[in-house]
């Protein structure tokens, strides 16, 4: 039977929080039947994410790096809370087995790269700018995949492209992938929480 359930959705975020500002707008939109975002969880005390939440009004939740890696309690409060699925926009910590275990094909991660190029551990954001830049790469973009063990290795459910011009700065860069996601990861997950 088709399950046309509105999917609630856990945000995990680290940093500035640009993504998860943007799929909370979208969730809200009134034609959006497909999912909301519930709550959001960050590892980050100085995170701009806390104050995006606080903002907007979503439930916005410090869990320290322990909380990671012994998940147990964390799972139990993201089922819980019924989520559906797990939404990494820009988190660092790795995310343990358990929890994928927990979550088979339902937790999902944003990169500025394309993968699996400029992927894996200590490569996050201008990290990856500087790297593309310094390579003379004449394209690069954004991916979205499943979370597996490895950083940066789940399959990929989609990518985009961009070109780089010939005066691109990091800072450049940077505006256009978040350009890029900010179009794109509402439009991707719709699609695929649809099925
Ligand atoms: C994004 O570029 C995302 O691809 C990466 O981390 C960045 C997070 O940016 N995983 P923001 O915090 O959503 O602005």
């Known amino acids: 039977m088709m399950e046309n359930r509105i999917k609630k959705i856990a945000i995990l ?31 980050n005390k100085n995170a ?5 939440c ?3 009004g979503i439930p916005c939740f410090l869990w320290k790096k322990e909380s ?4 147990e ?6 089922k819980n809370n019924n989520i559906d699925y797990i939404i990494l926009a820009g988190f660092l910590l790795k ?10 094909n339902k937790i999902i991660n944003i990169h500025p790269s394309l993968l699996p190029k400029y992927g894996g551990s200590g490569m996050y954001g201008n990290k990856v700018h500087e790297a593309v830049i310094n390579n003379k790469e ?8 499943f979370v597996n063990e490895n950083y940066d290795e789940g399959e990929i459910i989609c990518q985009k492209k961009i070109e780089l011009s ?16 900010h179009s794109e990861f509402p439009h991707t997950l719709r699609q695929l929480f649809i099925g």
């Open 68 to 71: 990671f890696v012994n998940p």
């Open 13 to 43: 975020a680290s940093g500035a929080g640009s993504n998860a500002k943007n799929l909370i707008l979208d969730s809200r939109n009134d034609f959006n039947t497909v999912y909301k975002v519930e709550l959001v969880i960050t590892n």
């Open 54 to 56: 606080h903002h907007l």
């Open 73 to 78: 309690f964390l799972i139990n409060f993201l």
């Open 166 to 181: 010939q005066e691109e700065t990091i800072d450049s860069l940077l505006k256009k992938i978040h350009a890029l996601e």
């Open 48 to 52: 701009g994410v806390i104050n995006v």
């Open 138 to 145: 004449k394209e690069s973009g954004i991916s979205i995949h």
């Open 95 to 104: 995310i343990s087995n358990k929890i994928i275990e927990n979550f088979p």
